[in-house]
């Protein structure tokens, strides 16, 4: 059991590019989520996803797009990257709901110069 | 709007002792709470939740209290051990809506 598995592990991006970040979980859970981390703060929810095929806003949500077309797999997609986004992110995963234990996985660290 | 603050964004303890992580919360409605232990490089990781029907949770050296009425709660750690150093973050959640996380509190226990 790998759990919840993010790549790459860091990235720097210029301003106006764009690049995914992939998530997979091997747990068979339904709700998964992506957060971002800015230093000094906590982690602030990005998007979530309750199942295949359904993904809903979270706190922060503009400049980024996501997907789920699976179970396993929910990408996180930034277009048009710029300074505002550098931050760690993480993806996490739980069975049910926001009550669950999420589980993390180890988190992108992306610059954007 | 921080609605869940960690006053604290460091705390140095000696091994063996208690190490006490706060944490204050303005919602009121908000039912459920949790601390998560992050070590570097590494995703956060469950470590113990308290609901607010309750006062007190308590798991080997992990204790959690909650003061509903002074919005108020901490994470006591007993007896503080060198791999406890994490960066420990308190999350509280309204029914039915995401996690609200703190800045998260440095914790050192120094041998």
């Known amino acids: 059991n790998a759990g919840v598995t993010q790549t790459p592990k860091f990235r720097i991006l210029k301003i106006g590019q764009s690049m995914t970040l992939q998530c997979t979980q091997d747990?068979?859970?339904?709700?998964m989520y992506w957060y971002r981390q800015d230093p000094g703060m906590g982690l602030k929810l990005i998007y979530y996803?309750?199942?295949?095929?359904?993904?809903d806003k979270g706190e922060v949500p503009n400049g980024y797009n996501v997907s789920r077309s699976t179970t396993e797999d929910f990408p996180l997609r930034l277009e048009l990257a710029a300074p505002s986004q550098t931050s760690v992110y993480f993806c996490?995963?739980?069975?049910?709901?926001?009550?669950?234990?999420?589980?993390f996985g180890p988190g992108t660290r992306l610059t954007v110069l | 709007d921080q609605q869940v603050k960690q006053n604290s964004p460091s705390l140095s303890v000696q091994e063996g002792r208690i190490s006490i992580l706060n944490c204050d919360y303005t919602?009121?409605?908000?039912?459920?709470f949790l601390w998560y232990k992050k070590y570097p490089a590494e995703g956060p990781t469950f470590l113990i939740s308290?609901?607010?029907?309750?006062d007190k949770n308590e798991d080997g050296r992990f204790t959690v209290f909650l003061n509903k009425s002074a919005k108020h709660l901490s994470l006591h750690i007993v007896p503080s051990q060198p791999g406890d150093s994490a960066v420990y973050f308190c999350a509280a959640r309204e029914l039915g809506s995401r996690l609200t996380f703190g800045e998260g509190t440095q914790l050192t226990v120094n041998p």
């Open positions: 996803s309750v199942g295949a095929g359904i993904t």
């Open positions: 919602n009121s409605m908000f039912d459920y």
């Open positions: 308290i609901s607010s029907i309750k």
């Open positions: 996490a995963s739980s069975y049910r709901g926001f009550t669950d234990t999420q589980y």
């Open positions: 747990m068979n859970h339904n709700y």
